[in-house]
């Protein structure tokens, strides 16, 4: 077989890369990061914790510009609130709030009633999904209210079951998100739709669990959306449907962002499925989408990070797992189970993971072995939310509060 071809996928993100982290899975929306080189090491003397803050519960992961953070919580099982922190010492600047809570199914309850998406941050407006399929645009100056849209009041969709999921992706002056049922573009200055397609189908779980992506795939720059029981391909122009492919899942549940994985291939993992590498193919104007391969794995909710032609994983089995993108073959699946969710932030060959037990592992991305470089408690309560990190500053969004760390010690060699 002729070798996987890989280039950097198009991802269009409101920042560059080399700027802070601004929304779910940091500024290139595929966990990488540009910068400082990372130390070797996650010891005190190498990483230290300069401030934390106690916070409600959250599964958000924080997001920030050079000089704010920016953070959610569920306030008294009642109340949705963001929180705006000067970076330097955690103190808050400003506070903001409104009735948004609701309850998960009962087979979910243990992992918690609380707000899920990642906020995202472009220039001086920060985009929030609150749990009842509700988005909220603030100015990132004092908290006040640019305009909201509430999707079920809009387009009479049914509220979601697990709450909004979906991280919103700015693009341009537009702002896309699955919600209400299906993929919608909004114009960002104002929150007017439009388009809204590519339903999910209702039913007991309502809107998507995934995270759009724009990429281009054979020639056509598009959105990647992986809904309920399909992986779909959308245009940015008008929200009809490119391509599509059934996938299998859990009860309706994927949760995973697909990610690029060179030239035109897609890689992503099902809950309830298989591990997939998907070529997107156009012929004679026409595009469709094409099993590379399949292998046995099942995914959960941690989405990959890639390097040199491998995709790297956590799984529903809770051990992570190296597979090489070209031909589907299992490098390595890691004899040691971990907990239930990684969230991964990765550095040429260093990957950092946040495992959702408040453990920090530092690994090298080699298909040889899974090579462990450092490990470190930094939480003693579960960390659901996704690592961010920039440049000599690491954020750990706990159940319970949030932490900075300094990393600065030990240059990598």
């Not at 306030?75 to 506070?95: H, P, Q």
């Not at 009735?99 to 472009?122: H, K, Y």
């Amino acid at each position: 077989m002729i070798p996987l071809l890989l280039g950097l996928p198009l991802l269009c993100v409101s920042l560059a890369a080399a700027e802070p982290w601004n929304q779910w899975r940091g500024p290139t929306r595929d966990g990488q990061v540009s910068g400082a080189s990372w130390p070797s090491r996650l010891d005190e003397g190498s990483l230290k914790r300069r401030w934390r803050l106690p916070l409600g519960p959250s599964y958000s992961g924080p997001v920030m510009n050079s000089d704010q953070l920016f953070t959610t919580e569920t306030v008294d099982k009642k109340r949705e609130r963001v929180t705006a922190l000067r970076r330097s010492d955690g103190s808050v600047l400003w506070t903001r709030d409104w009735e948004g809570s609701m309850s998960v199914p009962f087979f979910a309850r243990s992992n918690g009633d609380w707000i899920r998406a990642t906020p995202t941050l472009d220039g001086e407006t920060l985009y929030v999904a609150g749990m009842r399929d509700v988005l909220v645009a603030l100015n990132t100056t004092d908290g006040s209210e640019r305009w909201r849209l509430d999707f079920v009041k809009r387009f009479g969709s049914d509220l979601p079951t697990f709450g909004f999921v979906s991280s919103p992706l700015v693009d341009g002056d537009s702002l896309y998100v699955q919600a209400g049922g299906g993929v919608a573009r909004l114009r960002k200055s104002d929150g007017q739709v439009v388009w809204h397609g590519v339903k999910d189908g209702g039913g007991m779980m309502g809107s998507a669990f995934g995270s759009p992506v724009i990429l281009t795939l054979a020639g056509k720059r598009q959105l990647v959306v992986q809904a309920r029981t399909q992986l779909i391909g959308v245009s940015l122009e008008d929200g009809s449907e490119l391509w599509s492919l059934p996938v299998e899942s859990f009860r309706g549940m994927n949760i995973l962002t697909p990610t690029f994985a060179g030239k035109d291939r897609l890689f992503t993992a099902t809950y309830g499925g298989k591990t997939l590498g998907i070529d997107i193919r156009s012929e004679q104007g026409r595009f469709r989408a094409v099993p590379a391969w399949e292998y046995k794995a099942q995914g959960y909710m941690t989405s990959p990070i890639i390097h040199q032609g491998h995709a790297y994983l956590q799984l529903r089995s809770q051990r992570a797992l190296c597979i090489e993108l070209a031909t589907g073959q299992e490098k390595w699946t890691t004899g040691e189970s971990f907990g239930k969710y990684w969230s991964m932030v990765a550095q040429g060959d260093r990957i950092l993971a946040l495992d959702e037990r408040g453990e920090l592992i530092l690994f090298r991305a080699t298909p040889e072995k899974f090579d462990v470089l450092s490990r470190r408690k930094v939480s003693d309560s579960d960390t659901w939310a996704h690592l961010a990190v920039d440049g000599s500053a690491v954020y750990v969004r706990e159940l319970n509060g949030l932490s900075a760390w300094d990393w600065t010690g030990g240059a990598l060699k």
